[in-house]
């Protein structure tokens, strides 16, 4: 049993239904207890949505467990094939149902509905969330671009590849000089019948030469930023000048997946999601996939080089007099300056914290004072990374591991998830979230990618705005006693963010995070440290007691702290 | 209408009501897909109120998972719950289900050394694997008595529906509750209420003089109120049929009542407990008549806005009933179809007579032919959890999503108006809202 107090994942079959609400006419029948409906409110509550998730559960109860719970299952999953008549049903266990083994796969099979039925195996006591909408992706794609899926099942089959290039909801906008491509952005966006000789040019279109075409792979329900972030990338691919053939699973039906090898190659915007099924297309059809995740200005350069070879064009011209983003000026003019270097602490899943990581230091100017990921599957990429930053790689699921991580690297900002905003407040650091699992309030309205040029916008703001601004942190250091500008105050740009915790090393149970033994602060020696500022103190004491502590020192004097700080400012 | 039901007459002022009310109407039960909550849910507001007890739940993740999504914005304070996650070697035997749980208890009371009483929660994989809890409790009780009392308790979907787990709670509790001494009479009120509503019936209870009343669950875990064959017992909350069958057990008798929902209801509530002490009946009435007054006054600018609203409640709380009795005796609502998981008739004996006969009543749930006959009703104000809420929105009705009634103080004379307020304030907001 392992103790938690909260959890980075749900269980896998909140990943199954990330993918089956993400998609149109897939219904997912779960064989689960009373209670379980609970997950409906993840996707109508925190992600807003206006319908309920296309999920029937059994809802089975203590008295139910008597009888027959696998002809409960038969049943309603006929009642929901006839009530919703989706395309495609997927069939699962929740973790209690694992344990009473009704084979739902084996029932589904027996029920012999009209349209296919793929089971989901899914060990709930040793798989997670994102493992579960891997698979369940994983599953659908294989069934349905595997040709389970005739024409005539799927009238929606043979319809023309979805236009790139203008996203819903944003206009579209040339940032590029695109050499060598004829069509412009606005090719295929309008239906060739609302068009005079629509038809006609569509049709000579495809006799002469069509734009490269990719599918955009990863996006769900109930992932950060997926909305936004792929807008911003079909509008990139777009400019570039390719075409969109299926977004999956977001938005799309099983008969969009049975069209997923008629495109050129793959986009794997979230490799957690959509790794296993890109390589599986790859095996099938030959499809390459991209293997750059476009977040941060240096990312989406790669990227779009990456697609360009892909997709066998030239590589489009960055026009100087048009600026992708601007995260690059805001980052070089003089105003953040004082961001340089500044203790930065990453955690989240992997692809966001590994991103982070690079963005952070490369785009920002931080420094990385620590590393982590929940995702197991992606442990290796952050080992590697973290040991080019010269930092620790936390690996790890354990929340009570992270707070301890993070109180032992005081940084002075954290990018993390919604968890990490509890350790943080405790801790009474700034904290910006970078990955899943978010609150309500990282579902915005308002256009907010990740990824892409926009997306480097979003970074830019977010992550500067925890922070105490330039002059503000100036004055805190000359003036310590100001009755209403002190480090108690809460930062005067900020509502929340107010600290909790009066100082962090005391206001937190962690053994290892103690003062070590036999080191005593001198009362002056405590004093001159309050001088220092809050963001920057914990870190002093740490380095002053472990100075103190190496040289056998009694009692930390003023002395010592200016000594320990001549000695590791070297 | 019996005498008896409305003991106060004409002073209420209320519609007529016909003769027997629900008492013998039909009820419709249903089987089928039910979109509730499992009895876990209750620890949100639970480990609010013992400030000194934590609940371990032994589960799964979906059931951690559960309760972090249950408790919404309050996870950013420090939680007096947590889970056992099982993994797959407590499942495969590997490992004794019971070492790894002493393990986590051990880690979990070290970690927070304030925690008096420990509650180990039963969940669906530990039910359905018969992890016996009772006895674990048992055992780690006697490694860590006197300084931690450890008890526990199902709050499993399979056997709970959301505030079942509040129930079964209690009813945990009433074997430690110290013997009441002597045969003087006392009276434990049951159900966790906020605090304010609890300090105002504590008042209304002194006016009427009766002295010796107590509250179950404290707000602290050593503060066990007595009881015995001398206890007399009110029920605050309509979903607590086993800790009456518990407290019966050990003597106590139920006091039949109303729940203290509206003025009215506060008013039978309060009656019932001080006919039953032998309170002189002028006296109740000096101590129950000026905040019912007030009650009232502020009901009446609701009752303007609420009066002829057609009203639907999906199953939720059970507390469906007393608040359909109370919308539509004293706002006017007009109750289409009222809902509810469970209805212990006896509980809500003096409940169902002041319905409206023509009430549809309902038990259990199929969520989809539920929503067909929603659909077919369009009501004003559709009462459902959650995961049916933004979808009715989008359909075009007005609902009150109804976890928000047990996160609320509602019941007592001060609250009756909030309560009121709960109800029309989607309806204003619809009014308000010109996009």
């Known amino acids: ?570 | 209408m019996s005498p008896s039901l409305d003991p106060l007459g004409a002073a209420l002022q209320s519609p007529p009501v016909p003769a027997p009310g629900c008492s013998q109407a039909p009820v419709l039960r249903e089987r089928g897909q039910r979109e509730v909550f499992c009895g876990l849910t209750g620890i949100v507001w639970l480990h609010r109120k013992i400030q000194d007890a934590f609940f371990l739940v032994v589960g799964s993740r979906t059931c951690a998972h559960l309760m972090q999504s249950a408790a919404g914005v309050m996870i950013f304070a420090e939680p007096r719950f947590a889970t056992a996650v099982m993994e797959e070697r407590d499942l495969a035997g590997l490992a004794d289900a019971n070492e790894e749980l002493d393990a986590a208890v051990t880690k979990l009371l070290e970690r927070r050394p304030d925690i008096k009483m420990l509650f180990l929660v039963g969940s669906c994989p530990s039910e359905v694997i018969k992890l016996d809890l009772s006895r674990a409790s048992e055992r780690l009780s006697r490694q860590y008595a006197p300084d931690v009392r450890i008890l526990s308790y199902s709050g499993s979907g399979i056997e709970t529906t959301f505030t079942q787990g509040e129930d079964n709670c209690l009813a945990a509790l009433v074997p430690t509750l110290p013997q009441a001494e002597g045969d003087e009479p006392n009276l434990l009120v049951i159900g966790a209420l906020a605090d304010v509503v609890e300090d105002q019936f504590a008042r209304l209870f002194d006016a009427l003089g009766m002295e010796n009343v107590r509250f179950l669950p404290p707000r602290r875990s050593r503060d066990l109120p007595p009881v015995g064959p001398s206890t007399r017992f009110l029920l605050a909350q309509p979903f607590l049929g086993e800790t009456a069958r518990a407290l019966e057990e050990r003597g106590a008798q139920r006091i039949a009542a109303p729940f203290p929902l509206g003025a009215e209801g506060t008013t039978l509530w309060l009656k019932a407990a001080a006919d039953a002490f032998g309170v002189d009946p002028m006296r109740i009435r000096s101590a129950t008549a000026a905040p019912e007054a007030r009650a009232k006054r502020a009901l009446e600018p609701y009752r303007a806005e609420l009066d002829g609203k057609r009203l639907f409640f999906f199953p939720d709380s059970q507390l469906e009933i007393p608040l359909a009795r109370m919308l539509s005796r004293e706002l006017g609502m007009e109750l289409t179809e009222v809902g509810t998981p469970y209805l212990h008739r006896q509980h809500l004996s003096e409940e169902l007579p002041l319905l409206p006969a023509e009430t549809a009543l309902s038990e259990g749930q199929d969520v989809d032919r539920q929503l067909d006959r929603a659909r077919a009703i369009r009501p004003d104000i559709a009462v459902c959890g959650l995961g049916l809420a933004n979808p009715l929105e989008a359909e075009g009705m007005t609902t009150k999503w109804s976890i928000e009634l047990l996160f609320t103080p509602i019941q007592g004379y001060e609250q009756a108006a909030d309560l009121a307020a709960l109800f029309a304030r989607p309806l204003d907001r619809r009014t308000r809202l010109r996009i």
């Open chain 1, 1 to 570: 049993m392992q103790l938690t107090v909260w959890t980075y994942e749900g269980p896998p079959h909140v990943g199954a239904m990330r993918i089956a609400t993400a998609m149109e006419g897939v219904h997912y029948v779960l064989h689960a207890p009373q209670g379980d409906t609970y997950a409906d409110l993840l996707f109508t509550m925190i992600e807003r949505r206006d319908k309920r998730p296309p999920v029937t559960y059994t809802t089975f109860e203590a008295r139910d467990l008597g009888k027959d719970t696998a002809e409960l299952f038969q049943s309603t999953l006929i009642a929901a094939y006839e009530r919703f008549l989706p395309q495609a049903v997927l069939v699962g266990s929740s973790c209690t149902a694992e344990l009473i083994q009704d084979d739902p796969g084996g029932l589904a099979q027996a029920a012999n509905l009209p349209v296919p039925v793929v089971p989901l195996e899914l060990p709930s006591y040793q798989r997670k969330e994102n493992w579960g909408a891997a698979e369940t992706f994983y599953q659908l794609v294989r069934a349905m671009a595997g040709g389970q899926v005739s024409q005539s099942q799927n009238s929606d089959a043979a319809h023309s590849p979805l236009p790139a290039g203008i996203s819903p909801t944003r206009g579209e906008n040339g940032l590029f000089e695109t050499p060598g491509t004829p069509f412009s952005p606005l090719a295929g966006e309008m239906s060739p019948e609302a068009t005079e000789g629509g038809a006609l040019a569509q049709a000579s279109q495809s006799q002469t030469r069509r734009r490269p075409r990719c599918n955009i792979l990863g996006p769900t329900a109930l992932g950060f930023r997926h909305r936004d972030d792929v807008a911003e990338i079909r509008k990139l691919l777009g400019e570039i000048g390719v075409d969109v053939a299926v977004v999956a699973p977001l938005g799309a039906t099983p008969g969009d997946l049975a069209r997923l090898g008629e495109a050129d190659f793959n986009v794997v915007l979230y490799p957690e999601i959509a790794g296993v099924a890109a390589k599986w297309l790859k095996r099938q059809f030959g499809q390459e996939f991209t293997t750059v995740v476009p977040i941060g200005v240096g990312a989406t350069r790669e990227f779009v080089a990456e697609v360009c070879r892909l997709a066998g064009i030239a590589a489009p011209e960055f026009a100087p007099e048009k600026p992708q983003s601007n995260l690059p000026w805001f980052s070089r003019s003089v105003d953040s300056n004082y961001l340089t270097g500044k203790r930065v602490f990453v955690f989240g899943d992997a692809t966001h914290a590994l991103a982070a990581a690079r963005v952070a230091t490369e785009e920002f100017g931080f420094t990385l004072c620590g590393l982590g990921t929940y995702t197991r599957e992606l442990a290796r990429d952050v080992r590697t990374a973290a040991k080019e930053y010269g930092v620790e790689p936390l690996i790890s699921d354990d929340y009570l591991e992270v707070e301890a991580a993070i109180a032992e690297a005081q940084p002075e900002l954290v990018l993390g998830t919604q968890m990490e905003r509890h350790i943080a407040k405790r801790l009474g650091i700034g904290c910006a979230v970078i990955s899943a699992p978010v609150h309500v309030q990282d579902y915005p309205a308002r256009y907010s990618p990740q990824m892409g040029f926009e997306g480097a916008n979003v970074l830019w703001d977010s992550w500067v705005h925890p922070l105490v601004m330039g002059l503000e942190e100036h004055l805190l250091g000359m003036f310590r006693e100001d009755f209403e500008f002190n480090d108690e105050a809460v930062p005067s740009h900020l509502g929340s963010g107010a600290r909790t915790a009066p100082e962090p090393a005391e206001g937190i149970q962690v053994a290892d995070c103690e003062a070590p033994a036999g080191v005593g602060w001198g009362v002056d020696a405590e004093a001159e440290l309050r001088k220092i500022p809050f963001f920057v103190r914990g870190k002093a004491r740490r380095n002053t007691e472990k100075y103190a502590a190496e040289r056998g020192l009694a009692e930390i004097t003023v002395e010592t702290l200016y000594d320990a700080k001549a000695h590791f400012s070297r």
